[in-house]
Nanobody
Framework: QVQLVESGGGLVQPGGSLRLSCAAS????????AGWYRQAPGKERELVAT???????NYADSVKGRFTISRDNAKNTAYLQMNSLKPEDTAVYYC?????????WGQGIQVTVSS
């Protein structure tokens, strides 16, 4: 019955910033893992950033130094702060949250970087 609600996407000019949010319903989700993925038209879904249960963080080389993944367990929410956006960042972004039992995916949210 858990649902992930994504927000914060939209249209932004190159060099701009956006912050994506991924909020899980339910009183106690207990996030163990959070991940952000993206998919551009005609391309496979690719990993953008991960935040594991032990606190380790990994970024795709293409976003390293520009994007930051984080989570707020009290709000059952994960975030992706995106700075210095480039046209090649244009894609549908998906969040994935996991607790000890299940994995959940967001519906996806459009990010368009264009002049």
């Amino acid at each position: 019955q858990v649902q992930l609600v994504e927000s914060g996407g939209g249209l932004v000019q190159p060099g701009g910033s956006l912050r994506l949010s991924c909020a899980a319903s339910g009183s106690e989700f207990s996030i163990n893992y959070a991940g952000w993925y993206r998919q551009a038209p005609g391309k496979e879904r690719e990993l953008v950033a991960t935040l594991a249960g032990d606190g380790s963080i990994n970024y795709a080389d293409s976003v390293k130094g520009r994007f930051t993944i984080s989570r707020d367990n009290a709000k059952n929410t994960a975030y992706l702060q995106m700075n210095s956006l480039k046209p090649e960042d244009t894609a549908v972004y998906y969040c994935n949250l996991q607790n000890r039992l299940w994995s959940y995916w967001g519906q996806g949210i459009q990010v368009t970087v264009s002049s």
